[in-house]
């Protein structure tokens, strides 16, 4: 096995992306020590449990003297945990995050990091709908990509902290990225938040009919519906906060959606199958596209459970 990356990191927030990079971590000998912190207590304890590194009393405590300080919270959190950490940033250390909003990352993180410390704020796009620290494990990130937004700041102290934290990520199995902040919630704003934001929409409205149609809803739904029901049963704390903090680009996007949608309902209304049958086509080929860049399976799966 190859020299750890880090002596040293700490994680804050053991929930399912902080307990995957933990074992992650431990698994691929990506860090010698990790320590842990998480504000609810029972939470805490249960890392403790599953043994996921040592477990600190408070966020302070489990940064002092990392090498890289991973803030696995939810993006409305940033500020506070920053702040919570900065007096302990040793110089040198790296603070970065994993939350799926990055221009309003840096700007809660860059308000409270130290100056002898490099911001480098991440986003690893995987994940399940589960949560809690017995939801993670160490193969989350294998083949999925991993977004880093670091400032445009040339430094080659900062640039050399880039391609340990790059590196890190690498060991973990991920495929990293480095892009624009603004370009990143930009392109995670039609690719994941508001495919989020329709599976919410979608199932509370199956929530309204289901008490009109007695339980069918739920009885019959399709596969196309438990998709979206697996999607809607995300963390709403963090989806909250990842529409609070991205409200720009995903209304933009939004405004776009909206309109194709009336195309469709003007469609559907007035019986025009050529124009639904050219929609369809197109959307099939996202898919196919999707399907040859290895991005997906086309594996069947259902949701069913085989007897």
């Avoid at 000998?29 to 249960?46: P, S």
């Avoid at 990055?102 to 490099?118: D, L, N, R, W, Y």
């Avoid at 430094?155 to 050399?160: A, E």
């Avoid at 469709?264 to 199958?273: F, N, T, V, Y």
Wanted: glycine fraction near 8%.
């Amino acid at each position: 096995m190859a020299a750890p990356v880090f002596d040293h990191i700490a994680i804050i927030g053991t929930g399912l992306i902080g307990a995957s990079i933990a074992r992650a971590a431990a698994h691929f000998g990506a860090a010698q020590r990790i320590t842990l912190f998480d504000k609810d207590e029972e939470v805490a304890k249960r890392a403790g449990a599953l043994e996921l590194g040592e477990v600190c009393r408070s966020a302070a405590e489990a940064a002092k003297g990392a090498d890289c300080v991973i803030l696995c919270v939810p993006v409305g959190a940033l500020g506070v945990c920053t702040e919570a950490v900065a007096g302990s940033l040793k110089s040198g250390a790296i603070l970065t995050d994993v939350g799926s909003v990055k221009a309003k990352a840096f700007e809660a993180m860059a308000t409270h990091c130290p100056e002898h410390a490099h911001l480098i704020p991440g986003h690893p796009i995987a994940g399940t709908e589960k949560s809690g620290p017995e939801a993670g494990f160490d193969t989350l990130f294998q083949d999925a990509w991993c977004i880093l937004t670091p400032d445009s700041g040339v430094q080659k102290d900062y640039v050399d902290k880039i391609a340990e934290l790059s590196r890190f990520w690498e060991t973990l199995k991920s495929k990293v990225e480095i892009m624009d902040a603004v370009q990143h919630d930009r392109v995670l704003a039609i690719t994941s938040h508001l495919p989020h934001l329709i599976a919410y929409n979608i199932v509370s409205t199956a929530y309204d009919m289901e008490s009109v149609d007695d339980g069918q809803v739920v009885k019959y739904s399709a596969g196309g519906f438990r998709d979206f029901t697996r999607i809607a049963a995300s963390d709403p704390t963090m989806w909250r906060d990842v529409f609070l903090n991205n409200k720009t680009a995903v209304l933009e996007t939004l405004g776009r959606f909206s309109e194709d949608l009336a195309a469709l309902q003007r469609a559907i209304r007035h019986g025009d199958g050529d124009t639904l049958f050219e929609e369809f086509t197109r959307a099939r080929g996202i898919r196919k596209a999707i399907l040859e860049a290895g991005e997906d399976s086309d594996t069947v799966n259902f949701g069913r459970h085989t007897k």
